[in-house]
């Protein structure tokens, strides 16, 4: 593992803790972690050690969404004419969205562990991860609309099939404020924790059970739900088939089978 700037990260039993680490900034999102965030989620794709991933910030919050002076710094590249502005800015934007597509694509869990503040961005990173838990005093809100723009990085796009259409336009419209427990009673997070440690522990908990599953049919099993957001069931069925057609024939179906006939804990291979 490379050490970063925006963040650490942490390798055991099979669960990559990978935490934005810039608390005294609210953990908010700078260039280097615009770029080392693609760098971290390429290694656990690449690491087959790596079963899980949970995703937290330090500290207080979780993070306050992109940073401000990252967003001076692009304006002060912008000149007069219109149309070279635009193809900056739109190469630009579609480097942020490659940042969370490296979250969203990655064949691993990934879990968000959400303490304080999920602001603006913060959203658009937690829509690309697989599930959501969250500490009592977390506040989520979609910022964007009160600094005049649209949501730009994935909100606007995932978070529809995680809360529903209805709410997502009342969120985005009005950019208000909700608290964990309307989170959950959304379907935006799974599980609201006491307090951060108690949530820490609950998220890493759910982590190390997955991470004891069979690898293989963990990534089969995310692919699978991955691929039917944007296909029809008979579409999947087919897609599901050819891929178990290879998958089944893994080991890992004859380890979980005898572990299961003598009541054992199945050991997978990485």
Known sequence: MSQYTAFTVELADKVAHVQINRPEKINSMNAAFWSEIIEIFQWVDDTDEVRVVVLSGAGKHFSSG???????????????????????????????????NAVDNCRKPVLAAVQGYCLGGAIDLISACDMRYAAE????????????????????????????????RELAYTGRTFGAEEARGMGLVNR????????????????????????????????????MRDHRIDDGLEYVATWNAAMLQSTDLRVAMAAHMSKQKPEFLD
Request: aromatic share 4%; proline share 2%; net charge neutral.
């Open 192 to 227: 609201v924790y006491s307090d951060t440690s108690s949530l820490l522990d609950g998220v890493m908990g759910i982590a190390r059970e997955i991470a004891g599953k069979s690898p293989i049919a963990i990534t089969g099993t995310k692919e699978m739900i991955s691929y």
């Open 66 to 100: 992109i940073d401000l002076m990252m967003l001076a710094s692009v304006a002060n590249e912008l000149g007069k004419d219109v149309g070279r502005n635009a193809r900056l800015l739109r190469r630009k934007i579609l480097a942020l969205q490659a940042s969370f």
């Open 137 to 168: 005093d977390a506040q989520f809100s979609i910022k964007e609309i009160d600094i005049g723009m649209a949501a730009d990085v994935g909100t606007l796009q995932r978070l529809p099939r995680i809360i529903g259409d209805g709410m997502l």
